[in-house]
């Protein structure tokens, strides 16, 4: 077996490699390849990507590595469990703009204004099935469907977007009634109504096209689930304070910034990896 590579991605396509496999956090987790347990045999598709790092293969045993994800997911554990972003309140890392930004993102959770009651509900149950966070009281938790919707109220864009898919106020409704379609077509009644493996099955059906594109009203479902609905779930989700401390990430440091920029070098004032990031965690059946 050819050994890893854990250098950075040098794509030249931004701070996080989606195509990559991901270093720290939730994501990192979600690679069944690092999970335990039997060697699983499988046909591959060589990687088509132009980087200088290996890259996962594909399986066509995708059920079981789903499976085996979600449940490493739900036992996510932070490589900084001591970390804590908002230590740096009073350093250099942190100026008074610095800190009413941070503030104004732990404290403000929006109101609803863009979404039905209904859509609402829905986003919530689909960002707890793509992000979920069961280690953090509804008091805590990333209100991942409040934010979204306000950037929706606001028309706030990112710019650009995949050619197969419409301006995000038209895609979001649209996405959110076809998921709703394809769960009651898959099992015979609403996503909201579905338990959690069900949930995972429509989503992993859109995400490989195997739905019925009448649902879709003119958008690409796979297009939409990993174009729209994922990268928005994530850059959401790691725009918020509270995501920061697991994947050790010190906020914007202004006015400090970052000196140590290369491969394994850190500032001191960074946090501290307790243990290698990709290693996997003991999934023995007896632990609760």
Same mark, same amino acid.
């Given at each position: 077996?050819?050994?890893?590579?854990?250098?950075?991605?040098?794509?030249?396509? &931004?701070?996080?490699?989606?195509?990559?496999?991901?270093?720290? @956090?939730?994501?990192?987790?979600?690679?069944?390849?690092?999970?335990?347990?039997?060697?699983?045999?499988?046909?591959?598709? $060589?990687?088509?990507?132009?980087?200088?790092?290996?890259?996962?293969?594909?399986?066509?045993?995708? &059920?079981?590595?789903?499976?085996?994800?979600?449940?490493?997911?739900?036992?996510?554990?932070?490589?900084?469990?001591?970390?804590?972003?908002?230590?740096?309140?009073?350093?250099?890392?942190?100026?008074?703009?610095?800190?009413?930004?941070?503030?104004?993102?732990?404290?403000?959770?929006?109101?609803?204004?863009?979404?039905?009651?209904?859509?609402?509900?829905?986003?919530?149950?689909?960002?707890?099935?793509?992000? $979920?966070?069961?280690?953090?009281?509804?008091?805590?938790?990333?209100?991942?469907?409040?934010?979204?919707?306000?950037?929706?109220?606001?028309?706030?864009?990112? @710019?650009?977007?995949?050619?197969?898919?419409?301006?995000?106020?038209?895609?979001?409704?649209?996405?959110?009634?076809?998921?709703?379609?394809?769960?009651?077509?898959?099992?015979?009644?609403?996503?909201?109504?579905?338990?959690?493996?069900?949930?995972?099955?429509?989503?992993?059906?859109?995400?490989? &096209?195997?739905?019925?594109?009448?649902?879709?009203?003119?958008?690409?479902?796979?297009?939409?689930?990993?174009?729209?609905?994922?990268?928005?779930?994530?850059?959401?989700?790691?725009?918020?304070?509270?995501?920061?401390?697991?994947?050790?990430?010190?906020?914007?440091?202004?006015?400090?910034?970052?000196?140590?920029?290369?491969?394994?070098?850190?500032?001191?004032?960074?946090?501290?990896?307790?243990?290698?990031?990709?290693?996997?965690?003991?999934?023995?059946?007896?632990?609760?």
């Amino acid at each position: 077996m050819a050994r890893r590579n854990d250098g950075p991605c040098r794509r030249r396509h &931004g701070p996080a490699c989606l195509r990559c496999q991901p270093q720290h @956090g939730r994501l990192l987790q979600l690679d069944a390849e690092s999970l335990p347990g039997p060697a699983r045999r499988s046909t591959t598709e $060589p990687c088509r990507h132009r980087h200088d790092r290996p890259c996962r293969t594909r399986s066509r045993d995708t &059920g079981e590595r789903t499976r085996m994800s979600r449940e490493h997911l739900k036992r996510f554990r932070t490589p900084y469990p001591d970390y804590n972003v908002l230590a740096k309140w009073d350093t250099p890392s942190f100026d008074d703009v610095t800190r009413r930004v941070i503030a104004h993102r732990l404290e403000h959770v929006p109101k609803r204004r863009f979404l039905d009651e209904a859509q609402y509900a829905l986003l919530r149950a689909v960002m707890d099935t793509v992000l $979920p966070q069961p280690e953090r009281s509804e008091a805590d938790r990333i209100p991942l469907e409040a934010l979204l919707d306000e950037k929706l109220a606001m028309n706030l864009t990112d @710019g650009t977007r995949h050619k197969d898919v419409l301006t995000q106020r038209e895609a979001w409704p649209r996405g959110l009634a076809a998921i709703d379609a394809e769960a009651h077509a898959m099992h015979g009644r609403g996503f909201l109504s579905l338990s959690a493996d069900e949930r995972h099955s429509v989503l992993e059906a859109i995400d490989t &096209g195997r739905v019925d594109g009448e649902h879709w009203k003119g958008l690409v479902p796979k297009s939409f689930f990993r174009h729209v609905l994922l990268k928005q779930a994530v850059k959401i989700y790691y725009s918020h304070p509270a995501a920061w401390n697991e994947i050790g990430f010190g906020g914007p440091a202004a006015p400090r910034g970052y000196l140590r920029l290369g491969p394994d070098m850190r500032d001191p004032w960074e946090a501290e990896e307790k243990r290698r990031p990709q290693e996997a965690e003991d999934l023995s059946e007896d632990e609760t």
